[in-house]
């Protein structure tokens, strides 16, 4: 009996020692092992992002005014694309700076001021030709001497070494590429480097004997315009911004001195000058004009108090609001060279609010008001303009681009002043004195958002 309840107990023992290994215990449990996480990092916005975000006429302009400085060789369209991102990346390294792709306002009032000069360097200008029917660009310096009859007209040089032609002729059934194919063999010996032909026009260029040639053909119907521009290679550098500008500017077959800016944006930004520690500021009447709602930022909603149409000023009141640091509006005779202090569209800062400066000059255009070269970027109308000793100017206003106009017509300029006097007596009108302030004009300037249907 002995032997079989030793056993007994040695196979209950075994049993237990069993089980006790095949239980692990619960301090010695295996722990999951951690998932490896990968930090989520914030959209980065890239140039093409910033660009996209303008207005179309904005982009427009920023790609004319680069290739009037040789920095860009496309279609001013607006459109965004790889060209204009490293033309402002070429002209930022250029000028020394960083080359982000992204103009700052400085830099926009930099390029909008060498593209003008060079512009007016040749003598630019848009025409409009009763006999052909087309409106185009033209270097009215370059090419003085014109002639021509209802088939046509041509500008040439003193010398002959730039030439353009405008033809117009009717045929049957004409289609882009009969006439691409035509032109590539008239006059004979012309060579062929570049060649583009779609169901509504062509380009051709290359070399004609001796010189560069550059050709646009449109129809319309029956109807033919062709324009060539030739010219001698040592004016090569001279001639390449002109041509690409005359390509965007050729409109063939007009459709009518159809004039007005762009539908307004839904959401406008502009600059406003405080001008009394009570809440006054001064600002571009059409920036808020036609608004549901218009925003001082950092200090909240605003009303309009007064408005003067004939110079487009518009009066806005904040309330309770402590600690404002209003302009001082000192009387003085504005001199040509001025400074702006605004606040840019907040695109033109990568979503930012600060305040800056951008050097303009005053020129008078004929009539009673004086515009300012070069216009300022967006988000300076209503900015303060002060002369080089730090005296109040005037404000800046900024107009859109007219989409079109009549021919004959001289563009009203985009940027003018309204001058120190005329703010001043706007004030004065509706009540505001104006008297105390300081000349820290960055610290006046506040950013006014007009919120529209």
């Known amino acids: 009996m002995r032997s079989v309840t030793a056993a007994t107990i040695v196979i209950v023992a075994s049993a237990v020692s069993a089980q006790a290994q095949m239980t692990p215990p619960a301090a010695t449990a295996v722990r999951p092992k951690p998932v490896a996480t990968v930090p989520v990092r914030p ?6 992002d910033t660009a996209g975000a303008m207005a179309q006429a904005e982009r427009q302009a920023i790609q004319s005014d680069l290739a009037w400085v040789g920095q860009y060789n496309g279609a001013i369209n607006g459109e965004v694309g790889d060209r204009m991102v490293t033309g402002i990346k070429a002209f930022q390294k250029d000028r020394g700076g960083k080359p982000t792709g992204v103009l700052n306002p400085q830099e926009r009032g930099a390029l909008a001021e060498a593209a003008k000069k060079r512009q007016d360097a040749v003598g630019w200008k848009i025409v409009f030709d009763p006999g052909t029917g087309v409106r185009l660009g033209v270097p009215a310096k370059l090419v003085p001497q014109q002639s021509g009859d209802a088939n046509g007209i041509k500008w040439t040089s003193t010398t002959g070494t730039i030439q353009i032609q405008m033809a117009r002729r009717k045929e049957a059934s004409p289609t882009t590429a009969k006439l691409a194919e035509q032109e590539k063999k008239e006059p004979a010996g012309r060579k062929i480097d570049y060649s583009v032909v779609k169901p509504d026009f062509f380009v051709l260029s290359g070399m004609q004997g001796l010189k560069k040639f550059y050709l646009r053909g449109q129809i319309k119907g029956d109807e033919v315009r062709i324009l060539t521009i030739l010219y001698d290679q040592a004016t090569e550098g001279t ?3 002109v041509v690409v500008a005359m390509s965007s500017a050729f409109n063939p077959f007009p459709s009518g001195a159809q ?9 406008e930004y502009g600059t406003g000058i405080v001008v009394s520690d009570d809440g006054a500021i001064v600002t571009d009447r059409q920036v808020v004009d036609g608004c549901l709602s218009i925003v001082v930022a950092r200090y909240g909603n605003a009303d309009r108090a007064a408005e003067d149409k004939g110079r487009d000023l518009a009066l806005l009141r904040i309330y309770g609001v ?3 640091k209003p302009l001082a509006l000192n009387p003085g005779a504005a001199k040509s060279s001025i ?4 606040i840019a569209d907040p695109q033109s800062q990568a979503g930012g609010a600060a305040a800056s400066s951008v050097k303009a000059q005053i020129a008078q255009t004929g009539s009673s008001e004086q515009a300012l070269t070069p216009a300022p970027g967006l988000g300076f109308s209503g900015a303060a303009a002060l002369d080089a000793d730090g005296v109040f100017a005037g404000v800046a206003l900024l107009r859109p681009v007219l989409v079109a106009g009549p021919a004959t017509a ?3 300029p985009q940027a003018t002043l309204v001058q120190a006097d005329a703010v001043r007596g706007f004030l004065k009108a509706n009540g505001v004195g ?3 302030g300081s000349a820290d004009a960055k610290a006046a300037v506040v950013r006014v ?5």
């Open 322 to 324: 402590r600690g404002l």
């Open 259 to 267: 004039a007005g800016p762009p539908p307004r944006k839904t959401v």
């Open 449 to 453: 958002i007009c919120v529209r249907k």
């Open 339 to 342: 400074e702006l202090t605004g």
């Open 43 to 48: 959209a980065v916005q890239t140039p093409a």
């Open 410 to 412: 001289t563009p009203p």
């Open 434 to 436: 104006a008297a105390g």
């Open 239 to 241: 001639m390449e911004p």
